[in-house]
């Protein structure tokens, strides 16, 4: 099945790989999660470039971006720069799920259950043959 690109900046590559090498723990707590189709069947990559951004997870089937909100995000007119970027990026088709931190850390199984209920919600369920829930 091939799916729509939105293409990206290039130099974003490199923003992106020095993101996956430097994720914060709320974010790898949630890729252990995501990785290798472990949320009903779909595929989620991590520190994604789309446009002129670099999301926390992107799953390209559904054009699903999951971000995470850390303290930094209530600073310095973070918040206004991240509903910019992501009013941007839904003009594209984007769809998105946002966390805080704190949550994911604190109540994994919650937001689990919420991206879940999202995808069920929104994609019709499991795509993998196995329909494996997540671990």
């Known amino acids: 099945m091939r799916h729509k690109i939105i293409p990206y900046q290039p130099h ?26 472990q949320m009903l069947g779909y595929d989620f990559d991590r520190q994604r470039p789309i446009n002129r951004y670099v999301v926390d997870f992107y799953c390209k089937t559904l ?3 999951i971000e995470i909100d850390g303290e930094s995000h209530n600073l310095d007119g973070r918040d206004l720069k991240d509903a910019r970027r992501q009013r941007r990026l839904e003009s594209l088709g984007v769809r998105f799920l946002r966390f805080q931190s704190r949550e994911v850390v604190e109540d994994m199984d919650s937001v689990l ?14 795509t993998a043959a196995s329909g494996s829930m997540r671990a």
């Open 12 to 37: 974003l590559k490199e923003v992106a790989r020095k993101l996956r090498k430097n994720m914060t723990l709320s974010e790898a707590l949630l890729w252990n999660k995501l990785k290798r189709k």
């Open 63 to 65: 054009f699903l971006a």
């Open 113 to 126: 259950l919420r991206i879940e209920a999202w995808l069920e919600r929104h994609a019709g369920g499991p």
